[in-house]
């Protein structure tokens, strides 16, 4: 054997050594209370079994393979892996600083054909926080782009315990619109912004592509804006539209009704006002249940209990988290926002669906996760005890049927830094 195919077959060993020790085992979580998302009621002392990397098995009667690594799950509680519908997740790091952050691109021509894949980063210390801390799934969202009202395509992660987090490419296209959505070389005025959206829809389902290099351009916008586009009138791609005012959220209805276009609301803080006619066209919202006072004047009309009465109409709710929090602790906090849904009239399985199942159905993943279902993702979080009381912990977390470290940056930061090992002065 040549000493260069030998270094080669070193270095393959070296790649393929992390994924064989990250391989999934099969174990039995026994003694649990599982909130499985398939009842309102929880299965108590029930057992869960998962084998490469799927849940095999789920109910008071399952058995226990030979062989199989046992957790006791005495005290605990059992949910699937929480899904942030809205984050920053890999693609920002300090909030502060603008050299980590990749959600957003203000000078330039890309608009709709801005895609956020490029720059996930897998090995981000947010992720591996927010992994620990019970997220399995986040929406990896652009925030903007220099052709308003345009933020880009978002993109769905799967929160693995290996760099390749990346799992739906372009899951959504994602515009902002409202008052505090203005900028850029469409901006100004809301109405601007719909005049464009709208003809970009137009130009979309009615674009053909030229007959030859060099012919007159048959668009107001580039050929990859429109083609990104394009995916939503196709029915391939929904249009997530940031939108916080009634009077926005009730254009973003009417593009539903004149273009027949799959539409999801994010923010929605004054839904409620329209609950009735986004349950009668199935759009569902995206919103941030610890809105309590009106941020800006798209918000005058906000109200605590929106995610209940979103739920009582029968929109299709999900939750996110606001400012710094869309990347820092967008696990934690996202739980916590759950609980003060549910204080405020959310009731209690609604709002784990609006983390899990529910969630899922809205990205369109439910067929895969949502669910402890036999054939599902093993994607299982055991908490200390609900999950909505900010003092209840993740005791074990397992994405993809394997057991997360619950070790963080925050955790080696405090153990370096700690006064008991700083040295005497």
Partial sequence: MTTRLSFALFLAALQIAPLAAASAETVAVTGVTAYTMESRVPLRNATIVMSDGLIAAVGTDAKVPSGARVVDGTGLVATPGFMNSASSLGLTEVDSVESTNDHSVDKGPLGAAFDVQFAINGNSELIALARADGLAWAIAAPSGTSVAPFAGLG??????????????????????????????????????????????????????????????????????????????????????????????????????????????????TEAWRVADALAERAIPAIVDPSVNLPLYFDQLHVRTDNAALLHDAGVLVSFKVSSVHTSLNAGFTLREVAGVAVRHGMP?????AALTVDAARTW??????????????????????????????????????????????????????????????
């Fill in 155 to 268: 993109a769905a992660l799967h929160l693995s315990v290996d760099e390749a987090v990346l799992q739906i490419p372009r899951v959504a296209l994602f515009v902002e619109t409202g008052g505090e959505s203005s900028s850029g070389t469409n901006g100004g005025s809301r109405s601007a912004q719909w005049l464009v959206l709208r003809q970009a829809l137009a130009e979309a389902r009615d674009h053909r592509l030229r007959a030859r290099p060099g012919a007159p351009r048959d668009s107001s916008f580039s050929r990859q804006d429109i083609a990104a586009v394009k995916a939503v009138v196709d029915g391939d791609l929904p249009l997530v539209i940031g939108a916080d005012r009634e009077s926005d959220i009730r254009q973003a209805i009417q593009l539903v009704d004149d273009f027949g276009i799959r539409v999801i609301i994010k923010g929605a």
């Fill in 348 to 352: 209690y399985h609604a709002a784990l």
């Fill in 364 to 425: 369109g993943i439910d067929d895969r996760y949502g669910t402890l279902t036999a054939g599902k993702t093993a994607d299982l979080v055991l908490w200390s005890r609900d999950p909505f009381e900010p003092s209840s912990t993740a005791v074990h977390v397992f994405v993809d049927g394997i057991e997360v470290t619950a070790s963080t940056r925050q955790d080696r930061l405090r153990d370096r830094y700690h006064p008991d090992r700083l040295p005497s002065p």
